[in-house]
């Protein structure tokens, strides 16, 4: 007996080019990526699970930075082949669209990011790290992986010494 896991799900005969270009970016995400890069997509997607969970411990809107929930997810779908168009980026930082589209303006005048048409549906904007903001991610994202363990002796206050002493 097969499980749900084993069923294979067939593709319409005739898959659109949207759906096409999906399935093409899914199966170039991954390939060739090192241990490295895997900890740094696995600390981003835990970075964005943490800033989900923080309104449980902290009235919601009150610490709340929007360009980094945007650079997150714009790292986790860069790296894992998918495709961000500007609509999701203003669901991703749940202000609205007029203020969603400010900070997508100020995020590509600082290139930080690219926005392009979408050449299936002109009607759509992909959006995707630009390659300075890739690099941006990448170094925060390996001095976040460097830190030490909070139980780790250099994460301690060190103790008052007067001077002199």
């Avoid at 997150?72 to 589209?101: C, D, H, R």
């Avoid at 048409?117 to 630009?130: E, F, K, M, N, T």
Wanted: hydrophobic share 40%.
């Amino acid at each position: 007996m097969r499980s749900s896991k084993d069923r294979i799900i067939p593709l319409p005969a005739d898959p659109s080019p949207s759906s096409r270009r999906t399935v093409e970016s899914l199966a170039q995400a991954g390939h060739g990526r090192t241990i490295l890069e895997r900890e740094l997509v696995d600390c981003a997607r835990r970075l964005i699970r943490l800033r989900k969970e923080m309104d449980q411990h902290i009235p919601p809107g009150l610490v709340k930075d929007y360009a980094w929930d945007i650079l997150l997810e714009l790292f986790v779908n860069g790296e894992e082949g998918g495709i961000v168009y500007v609509k999701q980026l203003m669901l991703v930082s749940s202000i609205t669209p007029t203020s969603a589209m400010r900070l997508i303006d100020r995020l590509e005048d600082e290139a930080l990011i690219e926005r392009q048409p979408d050449p299936l549906d002109h009607r759509r904007v992909i959006v995707g790290l630009s390659d300075r903001g890739r690099s941006a991610m990448v170094t925060l994202l390996r001095k976040i992986l460097e830190q030490p363990a909070e139980s780790d002796t250099a994460a301690r206050p060190k103790p008052f010494v007067p001077r002199g002493r």
